[in-house]
């Protein structure tokens, strides 16, 4: 009989064999290992572009910062600036974000 602790057990094994199993699949199969599909194969991710619009995120912030402060890049604060402006947009967005989910 199908119960609740079943379904649990299932979901355990399954999320401690499937990283294992994936490995094996991978070294089976003839998958390019420099490709976005070895990366989400091995990973589990579907989703790899939250990091990749992250990186043009600070990339903005780098050239914005460049444009209005000349010469700010050989300035020993730079990353800390960079780092602190990318914090606080990271800090604004969750704060969105939990506002849309209370509503």
């Known amino acids: 009989m199908f119960n609740g602790r079943n379904l649990k057990f299932v979901k355990t094994l399954k999320q401690g064999i499937s990283s294992k ?46 444009s209005e402060f000349p010469g700010i ?11 602190a402006v990318m914090h606080n947009y990271k800090k604004k967005e969750l704060k969105a974000q939990d506002e849309l989910l209370d509503k």
Do not use: C, F, P
């Not at 890049?73 to 780092?83: F, G, H, R, T």
């Open 73 to 83: 890049e050989n300035q020993k604060s730079y990353e800390l600036v960079v780092d």
């Open 21 to 66: 199993l994936r490995w094996l699949m991978h070294n089976a199969s003839g998958i390019n290992r420099s490709s976005t599909d070895y990366i989400r194969m091995i990973s589990g991710v579907e989703e790899l572009k939250s990091a990749d619009l992250e990186r043009k995120l600070e990339q903005m912030v780098r050239n914005q910062l460049k």
